[in-house]
C-alpha cells in the first residue's frame, strides 16, 4: 500500500465517527436536492393545425351560335378572345368548394354582372346586368349566361345620352361566397369574393380574365410537451450522494476491520520519509567500528536527520542490513532507526 493512501486512511480511522455522521447527512442532503430537482418541464403552446382547404375558381367559356369556317355552331369553346359576332353570348362559371375528411358546411354563392362607363380613369355610373345566387353542401358551381352584345348596346345607349368624347367602359363579374357549418366536428365559416373582367376591344372581340385562389383554413388548439432539463446537475447531485455515502461505508469498515500495528505504522511513515527525502540518501553500509562506539547522536525521525546532514554538508547513508540511516561527522555518528 502506497504511504500516503496508508496515512489518508489512518487519519480517516482515527476520526471514522466525524466522518460517518458528515457524510451520511451530505449524502442525504444532496439525494434531496437530485429528488427535489426536476428531471422535465412541462410547457403549454397554442398551436395552428389545419383544418381544411377551399378552393374558387372563376372562369368563363362561351357557345357559338352562328356559322363561321372555324367552329361548329352549338360548340363550347374557352378562348383567349371571343369573336363577339360568332359567340355573342359569354358564360362566367364561379365554382367553390370546401376540402375536408369530414365537413358538412353550407356554401352560398352569388354570381353579379355589372358594367360600367368611366372617364379619365373614374367611373360614371355602374349598372347591374343580372344576379344569380346558389348554395350547396361543400361545394358549388354557379353559371350565369351574359349577352355581351346586348351589354355593349346598353353602353353605346347611355354614352349616346351623355355624349362624351371619350370613354372607357367595361363589364366586371363578381363572385361572393361565404359558407359556415362544422368540419371535424369543429365551428368554421368565413366569406371569400373572386373577380372577373370582360375587356371589349375594338368592338368585335372581347376576352375574360377571373380569379384563381385557394387556401387553407385552421384551427387552434393547447398543446403540452414536456422537455428534459437539469441533466447536469440531477448527475453531479446524485454521484455526490453516492460518494458520500460510500465514504460513510468506508470509514465504518476502516473503523472495525483496519488496525494497523504500531510498528506497520512506524514502517509506512519511514517509507513515506525515505520516498520524501530519498534523494538525499545514499546507500551503503555503516562500518562494524560505529556500531556501539560513541560518540552517538540518535534522531526520532529521518526528516531530522536529512535536514542536520544538509547542514552539515553531509549526505545521509542508509544501511538496508541493520536498518538505519546514518551519517558521520567529526568522528560523531548521527544515526536514525525506524525500529527504534
Known amino acids: 500500500m502506497e504511504p500516503a493512501l496508508f496515512e489518508a486512511l489512518l487519519k480517516l480511522r482515527r476520526n471514522w465517527l466525524v466522518a460517518v455522521i458528515v457524510s451520511l447527512l451530505l449524502s442525504g442532503a444532496l439525494a434531496y436536492a437530485y429528488v427535489s430537482t426536476p428531471a422535465v418541464v412541462h410547457e403549454t403552446l397554442k398551436v395552428s393545425r389545419p383544418l381544411y382547404r377551399w378552393t374558387g375558381v372563376l372562369n368563363a367559356s362561351a357557345v357559338v351560335t352562328e356559322e363561321n369556317p372555324i367552329w361548329e355552331p352549338g360548340e363550347r369553346v374557352s378562348l383567349p378572345v371571343y369573336p363577339l359576332d360568332v359567340a355573342p353570348v359569354l358564360e362566367p362559371a364561379l365554382s367553390f368548394g ?35 345566387s346558389i348554395s350547396g353542401i361543400n361545394r358549388v358551381t354557379l353559371t350565369v349566361p351574359v349577352n355581351v352584345s346586348d351589354v355593349v348596346s346598353r353602353i353605346e345607349e347611355d354614352v349616346a ?55 387553407t383554413g385552421t384551427y387552434s388548439e393547447a398543446v403540452t410537451f414536456t422537455r428534459s432539463v437539469n441533466r447536469v446537475r440531477r448527475t453531479l447531485f446524485l454521484a455526490g450522494s453516492l460518494l458520500a455515502l460510500v465514504l460513510a461505508v468506508v470509514a465504518l469498515v476502516l473503523r472495525f476491520r483496519f488496525n494497523p500495528s504500531h510498528d506497520e505504522i512506524k514502517r509506512m511513515r519511514a517509507m513515506a520519509e525515505f520516498r520524501r527525502y530519498g534523494k538525499w540518501i545514499s546507500t551503503g553500509r555503516l562500518p562494524e567500528s560505529y556500531v556501539h562506539s560513541p560518540p552517538k547522536v540518535e534522531f526520532y525521525s529521518l526528516g531530522d536527520l536529512v535536514e542536520t546532514a544538509i547542514d552539515h554538508g553531509k549526505r545521509v547513508i542508509r544501511d538496508p542490513e541493520r536498518g538505519l540511516y546514518f551519517f558521520v561527522d567529526g568522528g560523531v555518528l548521527y544515526v536514525f532507526s525506524p525500529k527504534s
Open 98 to 132: 370546401i376540402l375536408a375528411k369530414s365537413g358538412n358546411v353550407n356554401v352560398t354563392a352569388r354570381l353579379r354582372v355589372l358594367y360600367y362607363v368611366s372617364y379619365n380613369g373614374e367611373k360614371l355610373f355602374e349598372r347591374t346586368y343580372c344576379v344569380s
Open 161 to 215: 345620352f351623355l355624349k362624351l368624347p371619350r370613354f372607357e367602359n367595361g363589364i366586371e363579374v363578381v363572385g361572393d361566397v361565404s359558407y359556415s357549418g362544422t368540419v371535424d366536428g369543429r365551428p368554421v365559416s368565413g366569406k371569400r369574393t373572386l373577380r372577373g373582367n370582360v375587356k371589349l376591344s375594338y368592338g368585335s372581340v372581347y376576352s375574360f380574365t377571373g380569379d384563381v385562389a385557394n387556401g
